[in-house]
């Protein structure tokens, strides 16, 4: 375990947990029960290329807490990928499915892999040789992962025809975000988007009177941000900020977001939209609106920043897009955050949805599995509402939902007799 005890991102991670450990009064023994993860598989992945060379990979994955359930997380293909970064994302996997009560542990996986750089048949290759590494310790019961940074539905396609190929068992629930055709769902497209938009509207009408008529600003407009500005918009918020890499545009009369999302897929990006006031990136970010979604970079938001915010609401799309010092400066001036943790977990919830179809034999049509999310995103936002209300109300929304979900493993780990 030395390399993850020496790194930043886990060492980030361990930190909040004993800052959130001393305002639940936890011992220094569940503290350390908890920093550290269940199992951590490390393989070599070897491939055979279309040079006839044989290259060789380095891939992981992070099992940290089972106490709610199977492990639970995706599996990316990047250049920078390590032990430490796979542990630490496994960890926050375990917070969020706590606090979106799933019957899940959290799990994480990865590759240290530049997918650009191989040929379609070696992404193949590799995916099947990760599952070959690593399939005695997946499985619907055990471990599930799904997509994440460069998977996606074909990558799992790959991992589950592996997977019954080696074990005999036509088990689809194993894997999830996998092709409708494999028993995915159509929702999980805009799950993310979906939940984040449903977080939004619940947290607009406990913080600034509603959602109807309120001011949106959207920075980012990928699969995320396009898909929050749409349910946005279909819920009576008006959208009146956008922006992609290239910059954004804004219009205090509205945008429309289909016209943006068809200029974009033509032009290229949003700045080509024919309306609006052209802005950057850091304009957009401190521009008049009620809420803002910040959905594509992390630390985006920032102490020199934060104090020219003029949201009211700020709904976290991205992963980790303010930084620790935003946090404090907004929460001091009042600006509502919430955090990453609830308002991007409606693609996980996807996953949760897909995984049970699967289970019980496609049964659920994508109406309800669409409410399904709705359902369980509004219900999470609710109970982290009611938890910071009488428990934390001095503190910011980030650190009780963090306590809310650490809370709910331990009290778990508790009843099992695990601590």
């Known amino acids: 375990m030395e390399e993850v005890l020496s790194s930043s991102l886990y060492t980030q991670q361990v930190k909040k947990l004993y800052k959130v450990g001393e305002i639940l009064g936890l011992d220094s023994e569940t503290l350390e029960v908890l920093s550290q993860p269940e199992r951590v598989i490390q393989v070599k992945v070897q491939i055979r290329g279309s040079n006839g060379k044989i290259k060789t990979f380095m891939g992981w994955r992070s099992q940290h807490n089972s106490a709610l359930g199977p492990y639970?997380?995706?599996?990316?293909?990047?250049?920078?990928?390590?032990?430490?970064?796979?542990?630490?994302?496994?960890?926050?996997?375990?917070?969020?499915?706590?606090?979106?009560?799933l019957p899940y542990g959290g799990g994480k996986?990865?590759?240290?892999?530049?997918?650009?750089?191989?040929?379609?048949e070696e992404v193949e290759q590799l995916s099947r040789k990760y599952v070959q590494a690593l399939y005695k310790y997946l499985g619907s019961d055990l471990d599930i992962p799904a997509p994440d940074v460069?998977?996606?539905?074909?990558?799992?396609?790959?991992?589950?025809?592996?997977?019954?190929?080696?074990?005999?068992?036509?088990?689809?629930?194993?894997?999830t975000g996998k092709p409708v055709e494999l028993g995915g769902i159509g929702v999980r497209l805009y799950s993310t988007g979906l939940g984040v938009a449903t977080?939004?509207?619940?947290?607009?009408?406990?913080?600034i009177g509603g959602v109807e008529g309120a001011r949106v600003i959207v920075q980012g407009f990928g699969n995320v941000g396009y898909y929050a500005a749409k349910f946005l918009s279909d819920m009576g918020a008006k959208i009146v900020g956008v922006s992609?890499?290239?910059?954004?545009?804004?219009?205090?009369?509205?945008?429309?977001?289909?016209?943006?999302?068809?200029?974009?897929?033509?032009?290229?990006?949003?700045?080509?939209y024919p309306e609006g006031k052209k802005v950057s990136n850091d304009e957009l970010l401190i521009s008049n609106c009620d809420i803002l979604i910040p959905a594509a970079l992390e630390n985006v938001i920032n102490k020199f920043n934060a104090p020219k915010v003029k949201a009211k609401l700020i709904v976290e799309g991205a992963n980790g897009p303010l930084t620790a010092d935003a946090d404090e400066i907004l929460w001091g001036r009042g600006v509502i955050v919430i955090?990453?943790?609830?308002?991007?977990?409606g693609g996980v919830v996807g996953s949760y949805v897909e995984w049970a179809?699967?289970?019980?034999?496609?049964?659920?049509?994508?109406?309800?599995?669409?409410?399904?999310?709705?359902?369980?995103?509004?219900?999470?936002f609710r109970s982290l509402y009611e938890y910071h209300e009488k428990k934390m109300g001095d503190k910011d929304l980030r650190t009780a939902a963090m306590a809310l979900a650490v809370d709910r493993v331990v009290s778990a780990m508790k009843a099992r007799g695990l601590i």
Do not use: C
Request: hydrophobic share 40%; glycine share 8%; no cysteine.
């Open 199 to 207: 977080v939004a509207r619940e947290a607009a009408g406990k913080y």
């Open 339 to 345: 955090p990453d943790i609830l308002a991007n977990a």
């Open 357 to 380: 179809n699967n289970k019980m034999g496609e049964i659920i049509n994508d109406d309800e599995a669409r409410k399904l999310i709705i359902d369980r995103m509004s219900n999470a």
């Open 109 to 120: 996986g990865g590759v240290r892999v530049d997918p650009r750089s191989l040929t379609r």
């Open 72 to 101: 639970k997380g995706g599996v990316r293909f990047h250049p920078n990928v390590t032990q430490d970064e796979v542990v630490a994302l496994s960890m926050i996997m375990t917070w969020k499915n706590s606090l979106l009560q």
């Open 150 to 175: 460069n998977t996606d539905s074909q990558v799992m396609a790959w991992f589950l025809d592996e997977y019954i190929k080696i074990t005999g068992r036509v088990d689809f629930a194993v894997f």
């Open 244 to 272: 992609d890499s290239k910059g954004g545009v804004i219009s205090e009369s509205g945008l429309d977001v289909e016209k943006v999302k068809e200029v974009k897929d033509r032009t290229g990006s949003v700045v080509n």
